[in-house]
């Protein structure tokens, strides 16, 4: 059974930096061999992409987070981050980290909450 651990939300004033974090354990492979996301849902919107690695390290963005977030992995230590800066208030939702294995099964953490708000 996949579980994740996520960490690092929370509440910060605008313009303010966060960097969440997902450890990961209980998968069949390699941690090396998925692809990891970062999702985000906020309120009245549908859940959607923010950011993507595979497993050779190229990246992907949402154009928000385009030049303020960094989606990054450790191999070694299992786990996925995702730095954020110059939060904005419309970024205030819950952030979900996701594993994708190659066959497209797919797993997704419980979500943690950022919240920007002076």
């Known amino acids: 059974q996949v579980q994740f651990v996520e960490s690092g939300g929370g509440l910060v004033q605008p313009g303010g930096s966060l960097r969440l974090s997902c450890a990961v354990s209980g998968y069949r492979f390699s941690f090396s061999a998925y692809n990891l996301d970062w999702y985000r849902q906020v309120p009245g919107n549908q859940r959607e992409l923010v950011a993507k690695?595979?497993?050779?390290?190229?990246?992907d963005y949402a154009d928000f987070a385009k030049e303020r977030f960094t989606i990054s992995r450790d191999n070694a230590k299992r786990t996925m981050y995702l730095p954020m800066d110059s939060l904005k208030p419309e970024d205030t939702g819950v952030y979900y980290c996701r594993l994708e294995a190659m066959d497209g099964l797919d797993w997704w953490g419980e979500g943690t909450q950022v919240t920007v708000h002076s």
């Open positions: 690695i595979n497993p050779r390290g190229d990246t």
